[in-house]
């Protein structure tokens, strides 16, 4: 069974960082591109940033402007997300999803996210 | 990468047939057949339901289809059931590996 397990979020005061895991199971992890989603509270989905399954292409959200950076660890089957100068606006649920390939335009299956806050 | 338009609600009652629309533009939805839509409960994770604009994974009902014409895709659900009321989402390649979401639709069933 598939398993995405994600982990690092927590409140961060604004401009701070943050690094969040997600811990993959039951499936090669290297074959497959992963992506990061988040939801702001009470609100819609929105894409962040994409990566390949061996890590050698990256894509992100126009609006992130240079702020996050995704990677993988394939030989602890780990994706990541370092989040820099975190502004109230990206308060939200952050959710790793697996994909065939980076541009196979689907996500499946999700993890149950974890909650970044950012707020002083 | 603007969010994609979707209807804020749809209802129907039990047994009907409703349609929900995703409307992009030129450069994501009409350029690619790769539109997905997902289904979220409240407080669960997003649940894929159809990918590359028409096909069901293993294990979504049949009455779950996906269609698409020109810049619009739509998700439509037959025989609706209590259990399909929830939000849902498309979303649609937008080139060079970058994706964008639809604005959402909550789907209440009467």
């Known amino acids: 069974e598939v398993q995405l397990l994600e982990s690092g979020g927590g409140l961060v005061q604004p401009g701070g960082s943050l690094r969040l895991s997600c811990a993959a199971s039951?499936?090669?992890?290297?074959?497959?591109?992963m992506s990061w989603v988040r939801q702001a509270p009470g609100k819609g989905l929105e894409w962040v940033s994409a990566?390949?399954?061996?890590?050698?292409?990256?894509s992100y959200a126009d609006s992130l402007k240079g702020r996050f950076t995704i990677s993988r660890d394939n030989s602890k089957n780990t994706l990541y997300l370092q989040m820099n100068s975190l502004r109230a606006e990206d308060t939200a649920i952050y959710s790793c999803a697996k994909s065939p390939n980076i541009d196979s335009g689907w996500f499946d299956p999700w993890g149950q996210g974890t909650l970044v806050t950012v707020s002083s | 990468q603007s969010a994609l338009t979707q209807p804020a609600s749809v209802s129907g009652s039990p047994g009907q047939s409703i349609t929900i629309s995703c409307t992009g533009t030129s450069s994501d939805v009409g350029s690619y057949n790769l539109v997905s839509w997902y289904q979220q409960h409240p407080g669960k994770a997003p649940k894929l339901m159809i990918f590359e604009g028409t096909k069901r994974p293993s294990g979504v009902s049949s009455r779950f289809s996906g269609s698409k014409s020109g810049n619009t895709a739509s998700l439509t659900i037959s025989g609706l059931q209590a259990e399909d009321e929830a939000d849902y989402y498309c979303c649609s390649y937008a080139g060079f590996s970058a994706f964008v979401f639809g604005t959402g639709t909550n789907v209440t069933v009467l």
């Open positions: 990566i390949s399954g061996r890590g050698d292409t990256t």
């Open positions: 039951g499936f090669t992890f290297s074959n497959y591109a």
